[in-house]
């Protein structure tokens, strides 16, 4: 009867303790969460990369006060957790009313200068200064972001010590607490993994799906034989897919590129194999190849195996220069390998751009190697962004270098593109890292909105890869190791399109990268992940050695691409905001 009574008391008193914990839900903030939270969202609003909406601004900063505070929350756990003397006792009220009013003061004056701070990387990308950006959206924006991360974290918390007080019952206590957590963890991953992430992807590959099987009722395959997707092709219109079609079909015809080039020229040619032509990446490159021989391709003076992007898009501001360039006498293949926009593909389906990107190259350069070489076009490579990565992985130099191809243009490098990451680690001292010098510059070169280090008089080796990219474009230049390291790019001398009033701060910083990733393809042309075209004149020039333009002709060509390209962007802006 005691030994009921016993437990009976034990079960009554681990549920007041439950109702306890689920009191303490709305408790008040901790002072040191507080503090730090504050200091992390006034740092937050500092200038980044990217120029920032209020309400974007108003995300990250509460991402940011939630992150400080998380860390200033674990700071006081710890500091309890090892008993060390100064940690006991109540905060008098007086010290919590004076660190409670630094930092709203500290808030505010943050808040107040937020717009600034954004106007001064508005003006490094040319950007007329926003005025009457009202600080209120950011604070609001801010505490909504806050709000919903703390009630997070506080009903994780709840869950973890019902879970930990459950299991203490038999178990000992600080057993009982690991395993607690553990166990909420768990739960988290199992059912983000498992339930919610698998119906988003199967929803969002559904959606991507059938928006590039989508064939606008106005748009009809072309009839030139010539043409992929046409009726003699070996491709039909309908499996190119959405991007696919717009790429084939966008070609310059030869009056046009006669106009610009000012002397007779031809219609370069466009081969592209949709997902949905080949059940395997193997089929589709050898369908491909087949269709490149069909057109053409291997008697013109230049091919490009292009890598596209995740969803197959194919950027025209990197393609239409080199066909101009060559007064159209050159031909393109390219090969899709998802339906998924980059940032998924490279998450979801890594390997998926890698294989296809191999599978292309290796198609072509086996029959590429098969002609005679003074009877053979130039070969090159490209990618921009992910493209650029599984590009420069399906280049085995191993495999190349008894007869190599003559150059590649990678552009937009993500950070996760291995051969670029070690190049720029072993850049010749003293050149910065968002324009890095490799050695004698035979063999590779980087560029961006101003050209190379490297003289354009310089010698090359028997193959010539450049590197575009932009020191504004977090998508490259983004490393996790930054979180607790100031990045070397932030060094001086920093890149042009960097904000001077930009600083490093533990953990924001990153964050802010973060951000500015998905606001990168969001940047005036020129700048962030938006390349443009007269960039790519002169690095196509640099890789295929083109010299016989005059400089007026070469102004003028790459003036015009760019009209052209920020009238595209335009449209494409209204279009989308329609």
Same mark, same amino acid.
């Given at each position: ?18 109702l ?35 309400a ?62 954004q106007n ?40 973890a ?21 553990? $166990?909420? =963890? #768990? !739960? ?9 992430? /698998?119906? +988003? &992807?199967? *929803? @969002? ?47 310059p ?9 000012g ?6 040619l ?14 589709? $490159?050898? =369908? #491909? !190849? ?9 008697? /013109?003076? +230049? &091919?490009? *195996? @292009? ?138 070169r ?6 190379s ?8 080796g ?54 500015d ?12 992940h ?49």
């Amino acid at each position: 009867m005691r030994e009921a009574n016993i437990h009976g008391a034990a079960i009554e008193g681990e549920r007041h303790r439950h109702l306890a914990a689920l009191a303490r839900l709305p408790a008040p903030l901790s002072p040191v969460g507080v503090v730090v939270g504050s200091l992390f969202l006034v740092a937050s609003l500092t200038p980044s990369l990217i120029p920032r909406t209020p309400a974007m601004q108003g995300v990250l900063a509460g991402a940011g006060f939630a992150t400080g505070y998380a860390i200033g929350v674990f700071a006081r756990w710890l500091w309890e957790y090892l008993e060390i003397p100064p940690a006991r006792g109540r905060t008098p009220r007086h010290v919590l009313r004076t660190s409670h009013a630094l930092c709203a003061l500290a808030v505010l004056w943050a808040l107040w200068r937020a717009p600034h701070w954004q106007n001064q990387v508005r003006a490094v990308f040319g950007l007329a200064p926003e005025e009457g950006v009202d600080s209120i959206i950011v604070a609001l924006a801010a505490a909504l972001a806050f709000g919903v991360l703390l009630g997070a974290a506080r009903v994780f918390g709840f869950l973890a010590a019902w879970f930990s007080r459950s299991l203490g019952m038999v178990l000992p206590r600080r057993m009982a607490g690991v395993l607690g957590v553990s $166990a909420v =963890l #768990a !739960l988290v991953i199992v059912l983000s993994n498992n339930v919610v992430l /698998r119906i +988003a &992807l199967q *929803v @969002i590959d559904s959606s991507f799906r059938q928006a590039d099987a989508l064939i606008p009722p106005d748009t009809a395959p072309s009839q030139e034989a010539y043409r992929t997707g046409s009726p003699q092709s070996l491709i039909a219109w309908e499996n190119l897919g959405r991007m696919g079609r717009r790429f084939v079909s966008s070609a310059p015809d030869a009056a046009d590129v006669a106009t610009l080039a000012g002397e007779p020229a031809q219609t370069p040619l466009r081969v592209y194999a949709g997902l949905p032509s080949a059940n395997s990446a193997t089929e589709r $490159a050898q =369908l #491909a !190849l087949a269709e490149l021989r069909r057109v053409g391709g291997f008697s /013109r003076s +230049a &091919l490009i *195996v @292009i890598t596209p992007t995740g969803t197959g898009w194919v950027d025209p501001a990197a393609i239409e220069p080199v066909e101009y360039l060559y007064r159209g006498d050159i031909a393109s293949v390219a090969m899709q390998y998802s339906y998924l926009s980059s940032p998924l593909s490279l998450m979801i389906e890594p390997e998926y751009g890698e294989e296809s990107s191999q599978a292309l190259f290796e198609a072509v350069y086996a029959y590429w190697r098969t002609l005679p070489p003074q009877a053979r076009p130039k070969l090159y490579l490209h990618g921009l962004s992910l493209g650029a990565m599984n590009s420069e992985r399906s280049l085995e130099l191993f495999d190349v270098l008894g007869d190599p191809p003559q150059g590649a243009l990678w552009s937009g490098p993500p950070f996760a593109a291995r051969q670029w990451r070690r190049l720029t680690a072993m850049r010749n001292p003293g050149s910065p890292a968002w324009r890095p010098e490799f050695r004698d510059g035979r063999f590779v070169r980087f560029m961006n909105q101003h050209g190379s280090p490297v003289p354009s008089d310089a010698p090359w080796g028997p193959m010539r890869v450049v590197y575009l990219q932009y020191a504004s474009d977090a998508i490259t230049f983004f490393d996790h190791r930054d979180l607790f390291r100031t990045p070397d790019w932030l060094y001086p001398v920093r890149g042009p399109d960097v904000a001077p009033q930009m600083r490093w701060y533990p953990v924001v910083s990153t964050m802010q990268l973060v951000l500015d990733m998905t606001l990168a393809d969001e940047t005036p042309m020129g700048f962030g992940h938006v390349y443009a075209p007269s960039h790519y004149v002169a690095a196509w020039r640099e890789v295929a050695g083109i010299d016989d333009w005059s400089p007026r002709d070469l102004t003028r060509l790459a003036r015009v691409l760019d009209e052209r390209r920020a009238a595209e962007l335009a449209r494409d802006e209204d279009e989308g905001g329609g």
